[in-house]
């Protein structure tokens, strides 16, 4: 895949806070009325302080949900440098203080980036898949998200999302405005799992997120009284030994 030229103006963008407050009030209205949001486990979430919410990624409706359940500050998110150059959508992403970071390249000043922001008290989202899933089910993440939380050396909390795929698959053009959705917060991931070698790190995380997909699966199922398919593939699933 061929890299997104870079521009430098997009590597970190100050937030106009009027508009992101005013956004999650437009936002968190269709969130709660329109897809009876419902979350789980804030009390994970510190405050104050930094953390690195590394989350499950189904729809762009992942972005408001999240943002919808965090009343009392501003949620930054990792997004594709790309999605600035949408019409209206793409105004609003680049006064909320985004991090864009470049699709199919090594983006070393967004890992900083989040580190930094992280550091300094900020709750920033990263999707680990890298894209929204296909088919509802967690893929396999990629390796940014453990260097930006070695670099940011904060609480790394798994976040698992039920109902936005449903409302917004990457099949359709445009969201159903009514649903639901359940978000589920877990328990940090203490930094010494993350700082062994990545090839067990990577699983642990995986592991966590799904977790908390399938804790909010369980929430999202027994309100809407439709099955949940689960977190992970059947074919991803640990096979039994006998």
């Known amino acids: 895949m061929k890299p997104e030229s870079a521009k430098p103006e997009t590597s970190k963008l100050e937030t106009d806070f009027r508009l992101y407050w005013l956004a999650r009030l437009v936002f968190g209205s269709l969130m709660k009325w329109g897809y009876r949001i419902e979350w789980v486990g804030l009390e994970n979430v510190p405050e104050p302080g930094g953390a690195l919410f590394a989350s499950s990624h189904g729809s762009f409706l992942d972005v408001p949900a999240i ?3 965090i009343k009392t500050r501003p949620v930054c998110f990792v997004a594709r440098a790309s999605l600035i150059r949408i019409p209206i959508l793409g105004w609003f992403i680049r006064h909320w203080g985004p991090i864009l970071i470049q699709r199919g390249a090594a983006d070393v000043a967004a890992l900083r980036a989040m580190a930094a922001r ?3 008290g900020e709750l920033v989202t990263i999707f680990p898949e890298g894209t929204r899933t296909p088919d509802g089910h967690l893929q396999e993440l990629r390796q940014g998200v453990l260097l930006a939380a070695r670099l ?3 609480p790394v909390i798994p ?3 039920v109902g936005a795929f449903e409302g917004f698959p990457r099949t359709r053009k445009f969201p159903k405005l009514w649903g639901k959705i359940v978000v589920s917060f877990g328990p940090p991931i203490p930094l010494a799992e993350l700082s062994r070698d990545a090839d067990d790190a990577l699983p642990r995380l995986r592991l966590a997120i799904a977790a908390q ?3 909010a699966g369980q929430l999202w199922s027994r309100s809407t009284g439709k099955p949940f398919r689960g977190a992970l593939r059947e074919a991803a699933l640990p096979q039994n030994r006998t």
């Open 67 to 69: 943002g919808a359940c």
């Open 118 to 120: 992280a550091r300094a």
């Open 152 to 154: 940011a050396r904060v």
């Open 159 to 161: 976040v698992g999302i």
């Open 213 to 215: 997909i399938d804790r």
